[in-house]
């Protein structure tokens, strides 16, 4: 799996970064793992002609002292599909300037 890591996270700014990510994205059912979802103007046309599949997701997985970031772009709704897949440039820019916004905005030094 490709994916964005921001690693070496104290146990201070886990805290922080879980919060902000409880209040922002919800739970999911699933201890750590959030989804984040991606904006409709940066769907691929295959993704945008699959509005059934629609919303599209990056998955954040957070760790005691970890945050990745998947740069796969899926549905919720279905595990396989022409739909899903690594997020193009525009998308995976999106994703990276995204969490390191996350982390500026809790003013946590990465």
């Known amino acids: 799996m490709k994916q964005y890591v921001i690693d070496e996270i104290r146990p201070q700014d886990y805290e922080k970064v879980k919060n902000y990510l409880d209040e922002t994205f919800g739970d999911s059912g699933v201890d750590g793992l959030y989804w984040m979802p991606v904006d409709k103007t940066l769907l691929s046309g295959v993704q945008q002609t699959h509005t059934a599949c629609a919303p599209f997701f990056a998955a954040l997985e ?14 919720r709704s279905r595990v396989r599909c022409d739909c899903i897949h690594y997020a193009d440039e525009r998308q995976r820019n999106w994703l990276v300037r995204t969490v390191d916004a996350i982390f500026e905005k809790l003013e946590i030094i990465t």
């Open 62 to 75: 957070l760790g005691p002292d970890r945050l990745a970031a998947e740069l796969l772009v899926r549905t």
